[in-house]
């Protein structure tokens, strides 16, 4: 704001302000032009770019039209679909193929628990039936044959991969080992990264070459795992493992009444004293079973004449009734116990004859229901678990059908192999022990005269994937077509798009240009009605891009494109441009030369000669004249877009990175040069006409003084 003292008609009564405003309005109108050319140069902007968003969708589309995909298309047909079914790919070679026979589907393997002696048998013995939701500890004498446990806690741990190539992890506690015969130390643990499994062993060498990235070093000393390949950052790594026993602290506040310890099932003995240890605050206790109550006694209590208080085996809670123990604010309480766990091993074939084999942990509060989630969802395994209360038995089932036992002397063939000693979950408990396989088998069948078999009853021969429904011995024919429909939609879609393209450009090049609507000043619209604002500015901004000549010369180069014979020594000379398949340019001039399509003539081109039709879309060449329509176009709007891009930027960019930006740039300036000159000049006004108030002011006051002589004479 300016600082000259601005006094306005108080001695000449003239209004000064409206004065200098019209004196300023003549003065702003070279201000206004530049305002009027800026916001002209803005509208531009942003209809290069929204036809540049059209250039670029365009383009998109003669990216996927180059495919091949778009132009090979199958379709299939069978003579008898209730026998076979069928699909093709793109690349499936025309033509068909019989089926002169099926003779053997291919089966899953299954494997029925109790099914290993002539009279069958269930799991649960003449007690209570077997509960699949309840613990299974709970349970160890509903089964027939019982559960065979042992002292241990079964351990899982989470850690996040880091990307090293050392890939190494701390476990908490020391996991069960076993030694093999030749010296190879296996420990009881299962390790999974984002669901894979590895073996663990105690020693690099012990890794066979062929078995590189599916094992795990776990060096017993340092307690840490070492991965025997990278694993990359952010990896889920799971270890689950079975420990002798684990320590939980905790620290409770003064007169706390219980303590739960993590696993919810302890190991006791008769006594209670070997399994269980408790340290409170550097004093240690031990455990008495009073007629099946394990009681807390200090160690110095020889004779467990005090006991602190109760453990209660199934569930893992510690009851204080002695509060003197827990005397201090912040009591320090070590628990060092076991738990209890039994043990599952079970195995598969691969497509490759290999086996996949699992070890499984089961925890003494495991469910029944646990252990079928866990083989259920073993990557690996490839095995389906299920019981079935009513029949009290369990079944197990390969996902994947067909034969891949290629040893047939190991196992008797089957695919699926239970592992473990005889106490071993599944073999003892399960009754798995001996039972006898079902299915497994691969689909049997001729095809051309040649006989051959497969282990799934859906497999791919040179593209067309077979899907066999049932055993028959009367010929299938399956033919493999083009699918006419779906490619005529595609190059219709494509022709569409074109069309969308040059209906967006004409309408353009053919807008009304209003030159007697200039933009609005503010002043102007201060006027105006919304609404008439709205019209105003409507025709204000029409026809800034009228006979363009970057849009017309895009226009002028795309129809040349289209219109000229691709020549391709590939192509058949039938077929060698777009008005031979049928799709030629409106009769209409005015609609800028967009296409229509003869759709009886495109399809049967299709049908006639389909490498032809492709090759005229998409041929490669060293010359605009071998090039296909699509790979001309391409180029010929790639280059539009650029130039655009050039002259109009994109949304990212700054004005100085584009023509029109900088000439904004410049305008921007002028308009602040000028607005600092027309304040000055407004300043100029202001003083001469203060400077006239003055003076008049002065004359008033001689004037008045004067007077004053006169009228006392």
Avoid at 172 to 201: E, L
Avoid at 210 to 216: D, F, L, P, T
Avoid at 554 to 581: D, G, H, T
Wanted: net charge negative; aromatic share 8%.
């Amino acid at each position: 704001m300016s600082s000259i003292q601005r006094i306005t008609g108080l001695a000449s009564g003239m209004d000064i302000d409206s004065i200098v405003e019209k004196m300023m309005t003549a003065a702003k109108q070279p201000l206004v032009k530049l305002q009027q050319q800026k916001q002209i140069l803005e509208w531009q902007e942003e209809d290069y770019r929204t036809l540049n968003q059209k250039y670029f969708d365009f383009r998109s589309t003669l990216s996927n039209m180059k495919l091949t995909s778009k132009y090979r298309a199958r379709t299939t047909a069978s003579s008898n679909e209730n026998y076979v079914t069928a699909t093709a790919t793109n690349n499936a070679a025309l033509g068909s193929a019989t089926i002169q026979s099926v003779t053997q589907l291919a089966t899953a393997a299954t494997k029925i628990s109790g099914t290993g002696s002539a009279t069958p048998t269930t799991l649960s013995g003449s007690g209570a039936k077997i509960k699949a939701d309840a613990s299974l500890y709970s349970q160890t004498g509903n089964f027939s044959n019982g559960i065979t446990w042992s002292n241990g806690v079964v351990v899982s741990q989470s850690f996040t991969g880091d990307g090293d190539a050392t890939a190494a992890v701390k476990l908490s506690n020391t996991p069960v080992s076993t030694t093999a015969d030749d010296g190879t130390v296996y420990y009881a643990m299962n390790v999974k990264v984002n669901g894979k499994t590895y073996q663990v062993v105690n020693d690099k060498s012990n890794i066979p070459d062929n078995e590189k990235g599916n094992y795990a070093v776990y060096n017993a000393e340092s307690g840490v795992l070492t991965f025997d390949s990278a694993v990359s950052a952010g990896s889920g790594i799971n270890v689950e493992y079975v420990a002798d026993a684990v320590t939980e602290t905790k620290t409770l506040s003064k007169g706390a009444a219980t303590m739960q310890l993590g696993h919810g099932l302890i190991a006791t003995d008769a006594t209670g004293n070997q399994a269980f240890s408790l340290k409170i605050n550097n004093t240690n206790y031990v455990l008495g079973n009073d007629n099946g109550t394990y009681k807390l006694y200090a160690e110095s209590d020889t004779g467990k004449s005090s006991p602190v208080g109760t453990l209660d085996a199934s569930t893992g809670l510690i009851t204080f009734t002695d509060s003197s123990v827990l005397s201090g604010d912040n009591n320090t309480v070590s628990a060092t116990y076991s738990s209890k766990y039994a043990t599952m091993s079970l195995g598969s074939y691969n497509e490759d004859g290999s086996m996949n084999k699992a070890a499984f942990y089961i925890d003494g509060t495991d469910s029944l229901n646990d252990v079928m989630a866990d083989v259920n969802s073993h990557s690996t395994l490839g095995v389906s678990m299920y019981y079935d209360e009513n029949a009290d038995r369990v079944s197990l089932t390969r996902k994947m059908t067909g034969d891949f036992n290629k040893n047939k002397e190991n196992n008797k063939g089957d695919e699926i192999i239970i592992g473990g000693s005889e106490n071993d979950f599944l073999n003892h408990t399960l009754q798995f022990n001996g039972s006898r396989e079902s299915g497994g088998d691969n689909a049997k069948f001729t095809i051309n005269g040649l006989e051959t078999e497969r282990t799934s009853n859906t497999f791919t021969i040179s593209g067309v994937t077979y899907t066999l429904k049932s055993k028959f011995d009367t010929p299938v024919a399956v033919t493999v077509s083009n699918d006419t429909d779906t490619i005529f939609k595609n190059i219709k879609d494509f022709v569409d798009q074109y069309n969308s393209l040059i209906d967006a450009v004409q309408s353009k090049l053919n807008e009304d240009r209003y030159s007697d609507y200039a933009p609005l000043t503010d002043d102007q619209r201060k006027e105006m009605t919304d609404t008439q604002q709205d019209q105003w500015d409507k025709k204000a901004r029409s026809g800034l891009l009228r006979n363009d000549m970057t849009m017309k010369s895009s226009l002028s180069n795309m129809r040349s494109l289209i219109y000229s014979k691709v020549n391709n020594a590939n192509i058949s000379s039938e077929y060698n441009q777009l008005s031979s398949i049928g799709i030629t340019t409106t009769s209409d001039w005015l609609k800028g030369g967009k296409l229509e399509i003869n759709e009886d003539k495109l399809k049967a081109a299709i049908q006639n000669d389909p490498d032809s039709v492709e090759l005229l879309f998409r041929a490669t060449g060293s010359t605009t004249s071998e090039k296909g329509i699509v790979q001309r176009l391409y180029d010929s709007v790639n280059n539009t877009y650029n130039t655009i891009v050039d002259k109009a930027g994109k949304s990212t960019y700054v004005n100085t990175q584009f023509t029109i930006g900088k000439n904004i740039n410049d305008l921007t300036d002028k308009i602040r040069d000028m607005n600092d000159k027309l304040g000055k000049l407004e300043d100029r006004y202001y003083a001469q006409f203060t400077a006239m108030e003055q003076a008049i002011q002065k004359y008033n006051s001689q004037y008045t003084y004067l007077s004053s002589f006169f009228s006392n004479s």
